[in-house]
């Protein structure tokens, strides 16, 4: 059963925002660090953001200044703000704690950026 529940992909034109969401069943707060991933078709997972306890962050060189990370404790819920987006962004995007756990992948969440 997966323990995260990803929401609010969809397709995007080039340079257009997109905000994706993940709902936890657990309380966000004590998974510790949570981060976002994407696999785009024929590739491996990636990891595109981490949000840490400390509340700092990390992002992957291809999305950094673009995407943003951040959690709503109150929602047990992780964001990722994407803007600017690019075609090469399309993937399924996940989320997960980090390091990532086998048992919370979700089913993922499509988003599609085109012209």
């Known amino acids: 059963q997966a323990e995260f529940v990803e929401s609010g992909g969809g397709w995007a034109q080039p340079g257009a925002s997109l905000r994706i969401s993940c709902a936890s069943t657990e309380n966000i707060v004590t998974l510790g660090q949570v981060a976002w991933y994407r696999q785009a078709p024929g590739t491996g997972r990636d990891t595109v953001a981490v949000l840490r306890t400390t509340g700092s962050t990390y992002y992957a060189p291809f999305v950094e200044g673009r995407f943003t990370i951040s959690k709503d404790a109150a929602k047990n819920a992780v964001h990722l703000q994407m803007n600017n987006l690019q075609p090469d962004d399309t993937a399924v995007y996940f989320c997960?704690?980090?390091?990532?756990?086998?048992?919370?992948w979700g089913q993922g969440i499509q988003v599609t950026v085109s012209s």
């Open positions: 997960n704690k980090f390091p990532p756990r086998e048992r919370y």
